[in-house]
């Protein structure tokens, strides 16, 4: 059997119709970049987050970007985040001429972890401590980040916060949607993600009138009006294509998701009947509402034979993600060493995630724990 780790064709196979409709108006309209698509998809947008605002950009890792600049962080600045988590994250800050500092994981959500946050601003000297202006927590793998004392400590010290739930479309957290729990929300519709387009883009989430303006100035170019230029923004607008797609599906993302949840649910119980959930880690369920934009399980040290094993009885898998950022070649001068961040480091070691996308069907899902625990046994 074939269980591909996301099949994208089933899902377009049910929206076809609707898709090719729409680009065929935006075809005739010869109307491709914002517009009323990037307008209507910006309102639904922030209706389902729960905020005010919300800002169609070209990507999640502009978004990020864009974010960081509305909120005026720049060289001399320091922005805390997770070592775990896609490279934008904290490529996004170095671009601005900010210094990303590391906080490591909670090791059953893979999220940063409060208390070691905390301790580490206690540890900071006064000036390090000052030039701290952001923190940037991820909602990785569409669960969030514990943000009550993340939130509670940026009050404290004047942070602005930056989710990036690039991952966490429709996650929650106490009941609040993920994009509303900071000051900016960043969002990605890279396909794969559990809202993607067809092409790159993303969007910003915001309660504030002053970072909605800052955001919409910063766009297109910092030009405000059009030719005038008050700051020296980007180009980082939406195409009118990616919106109207990303509308059509997000009517669907909750049916979608409940999918989602329903194979995590049971991946659970395949796991457990087979004797094996305490041998693959099954992913901790600790908010309202995960996502699950992947099911990622814990395989130890057997992590990459695993990986090996499924691959050749035709299972997709994939390691997000091998290499922790503070790790990473174009950082080493941040002087992090290995051993600095461990659960970070171990969750690089051991994790693994498979096929959870919505179409995947039950007997795909047998295959998979099976093979799971044919390796095992
Ligand atoms: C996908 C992703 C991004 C970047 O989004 P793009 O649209 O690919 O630029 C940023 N952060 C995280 C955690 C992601 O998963």
């Known amino acids: 059997m074939y269980v591909p780790l996301l099949d994208l064709k089933l899902q377009y196979a049910s929206i076809r119709q609707e898709c090719l409709a729409v680009t065929e108006k935006i075809y005739d309209s010869q109307h491709f970049i914002l517009g009323p698509y990037v307008e209507k998809l910006e309102e639904e947008v922030a209706g389902y987050c729960g905020t005010r605002y919300a800002v169609g950009v070209s990507s999640g890792?502009?978004?990020?970007?864009?974010?960081?600049?509305?909120?005026?962080?720049?060289?001399?600045?320091?922005?805390?985040?997770?070592p775990y988590t896609f490279f934008a994250t904290a490529g996004?800050?170095?671009?601005?001429?900010?210094?990303?500092?590391?906080?490591?994981?909670?090791?059953?959500?893979?999220?940063?972890?409060?208390?070691?946050?905390?301790?580490?601003?206690?540890?900071?000297d006064e000036k390090t401590r000052q030039s701290v202006k952001a923190v940037m927590p991820v909602h990785l793998y569409g669960q969030c980040?514990?943000?009550?004392?993340?939130?509670?400590?940026?009050?404290e010290n004047n942070w602005v916060v930056i989710e990036d739930a690039a991952q966490a479309m429709g996650a929650e957290y106490k009941g609040q949607r993920a994009g509303?729990?900071?000051?900016?929300?960043?969002?990605?519709?890279?396909?794969?993600?559990?809202?993607?387009g067809f092409g790159d883009g993303g969007i910003v989430t915001t309660n504030s009138d002053s970072y909605y303006e800052m955001l919409k100035i910063l766009r297109v170019h910092g030009a405000s009006p059009k030719y005038y230029h008050r700051y020296i923004g980007g180009n980082f607008r939406l195409d009118a294509i990616q919106a109207a797609i990303v509308s059509i599906k997000l009517a669907r993302l909750d049916q979608w998701t409940q999918k989602r949840?329903?194979?995590?649910?049971?991946?659970?119980?395949?796991?457990?009947?087979?004797?094996?959930?305490?041998?693959?880690?099954?992913?901790?369920?600790?908010?309202?509402?995960?996502i699950y934009n992947q099911f990622v399980i814990s395989a130890e040290s057997k992590r990459d034979a695993l990986r090996d094993f499924l691959q050749a009885a035709g299972v997709g898998c994939e390691i997000y993600?091998?290499?922790?950022?503070?790790?990473?070649?174009?950082?080493?001068?941040?002087?992090?060493?290995?051993?600095?961040?461990?659960?970070?480091?171990?969750?690089?070691?051991?994790?693994?995630?498979?096929?959870?996308?919505?179409e995947l069907t039950e007997d795909q899902q047998a295959y998979v724990a099976e093979q799971i625990r044919s390796f095992c046994s």
Do not use: W
């Not at 990303?100 to 601003?121: G, H, M, R, S, W």
């Not at 980040?145 to 009050?155: K, Q, S, T, Y």
């Not at 080493?332 to 959870?356: F, H, K, N, S």
């Open 261 to 290: 949840q329903e194979n995590a649910a049971r991946y659970r119980q395949l796991f457990a009947e087979a004797g094996i959930d305490e041998i693959i880690g099954c992913p901790l369920e600790k908010q309202d509402r995960h």
């Open 61 to 82: 890792t502009d978004a990020l970007l864009l974010s960081l600049m509305a909120a005026g962080i720049g060289e001399g600045d320091r922005v805390i985040t997770t």
């Open 321 to 358: 993600y091998p290499v922790c950022l503070h790790m990473q070649q174009c950082f080493a001068d941040l002087g992090y060493a290995a051993g600095q961040m461990p659960e970070a480091e171990a969750a690089a070691a051991r994790t693994l995630a498979i096929p959870v996308f919505p």
């Open 92 to 124: 996004s800050i170095a671009r601005v001429g900010a210094v990303p500092v590391f906080v490591d994981i909670e090791p059953d959500t893979y999220n940063i972890c409060p208390q070691k946050l905390e301790a580490a601003v206690r540890r900071m």
């Open 145 to 155: 980040a514990e943000m009550d004392p993340i939130n509670a400590l940026a009050r």
């Open 180 to 196: 509303s729990l900071g000051d900016f929300g960043c969002f990605s519709f890279f396909p794969s993600k559990n809202l993607g």
